[in-house]
């Protein structure tokens, strides 16, 4: 389960960050009351997942994080979980990290590494890489959160560029040590399928059957297993920037597998709202709305053979 969980802070005020808007004082007026709301709001919906899969999602991916102790504090709403967790802290001006957790019952954890990128003038999130091994198969898991598209897109775009490259060269070591690779790349890039970064720099194509024909060294983005309109909605437009993207290892007869049921953007009535029903925020500009987040989550299946 990957989800951008929209500004998951704790309520103090962290002097090495930019965090002050979340604090009883700040423009957000962040209380402890507003917080626990988004515990519950958050923890029902994985609670959800489990009741209509059957398990708590092995894997928890999400973004906007503050810190491991809020992320530990949500995993405390979730009875009966065996999750252990793989917190990476980046240095990003506000403080907000990718936060994983996986299921130490039916996941290991072999090895983590992450990766920075140095923009100018300001950091952003690092890209972290985890190997996992489920049921004896390896994968490798890799979890982004690219720079926004604040300010203005022609200003932002080269910097998800060098992201970009970052990813692909890790991509591409993975590819140089074990070939096929089961490789499974996630995270909200703030780019849809189309732009350049995914489709040009990361090779990555929503058109399964042409990936199929000839994979090389392209990523299946798994958009194109689905007509679903997107997981987040801005400026009355509906925008594909969550995404999950595997190498062609996931669709040999070998280690982990997908079917076309494999992806899908997660939603119930109570996280849609509007006539757009678009994702149910937590704030929109200053102005609290009490929502679960302004993404939806991206739940990803894959079988071990």
């Known amino acids: 389960?990957?989800?951008?969980?929209?500004?998951?802070?704790?309520?103090?005020?962290?002097?090495?960050?930019?965090?002050?808007?979340?604090?009883?004082?700040?423009?957000?007026?962040?209380?402890?009351?507003?917080?626990?709301?988004?515990?519950?709001?958050?923890?029902?919906?994985?609670k959800v997942v489990r009741l209509k899969t059957g398990t708590y999602p092995d894997i928890l991916a999400f973004a906007e994080v503050e810190n491991r102790k809020v992320f530990n504090k949500l995993l405390s709403f979730l009875p009966d979980n065996a999750y252990k967790t793989a917190y990476h802290a980046s240095d990003d001006p506000r403080g907000i990290d990718i936060a994983l957790?996986?299921?130490?019952?039916?996941?290991?954890?072999?090895?983590?590494v992450s990766r920075s990128i140095r923009l100018k003038g300001k950091n952003t999130r690092d890209i972290t890489?985890?190997?996992?091994?489920?049921?004896?198969?390896?994968?490798?898991?890799?979890?982004?959160?690219?720079?926004?598209?604040?300010?203005?897109?022609?200003?932002?775009?080269?910097?998800?560029?060098?992201?970009?490259?970052?990813?692909r060269s890790i991509v591409d070591s993975l590819w140089s040590t074990a070939n096929p690779a089961d490789i499974i790349v996630i995270g909200d890039f703030n780019d849809d399928p189309h732009d350049t970064s995914i489709r040009s720099i990361m090779n990555a194509t929503t058109d399964k059957t042409a990936f199929l024909k000839s994979p090389g060294n392209k990523l299946f983005n798994c958009w194109g297993l689905t007509g679903e309109k997107g997981s987040c909605f801005f400026m009355g437009k509906w925008l594909k920037f969550d995404q999950v993207m595997v190498s062609a290892g996931l669709f040999d007869t070998k280690g982990l597998s997908i079917t076309d049921s494999a992806f899908s953007c997660f939603s119930?009535?109570?996280?849609r709202t509007g006539k757009k029903h678009r994702p149910y925020a937590t704030y929109r500009g200053?102005?609290?709305?009490?929502?679960?987040?302004?993404?939806?989550?991206?739940?990803?299946k894959a079988r071990v053979r």
């Open 1 to 46: 389960m990957w989800w951008n969980v929209e500004n998951l802070f704790d309520t103090l005020d962290d002097p090495e960050t930019n965090d002050e808007e979340f604090t009883p004082s700040g423009r957000k007026r962040w209380t402890e009351k507003k917080l626990l709301l988004k515990y519950m709001r958050l923890s029902h919906i994985i």
């Open 101 to 112: 957790a996986y299921d130490s019952t039916s996941l290991t954890l072999r090895h983590a």
């Open 129 to 167: 890489l985890y190997d996992f091994v489920a049921g004896g198969s390896p994968f490798s898991l890799m979890v982004n959160h690219w720079p926004s598209r604040a300010l203005d897109r022609a200003w932002s775009e080269p910097q998800r560029l060098l992201a970009a490259r970052s990813a």
């Open 268 to 271: 119930i009535p109570h996280m």
């Open 286 to 300: 200053p102005k609290f709305l009490g929502g679960y987040s302004d993404h939806f989550p991206l739940l990803f």
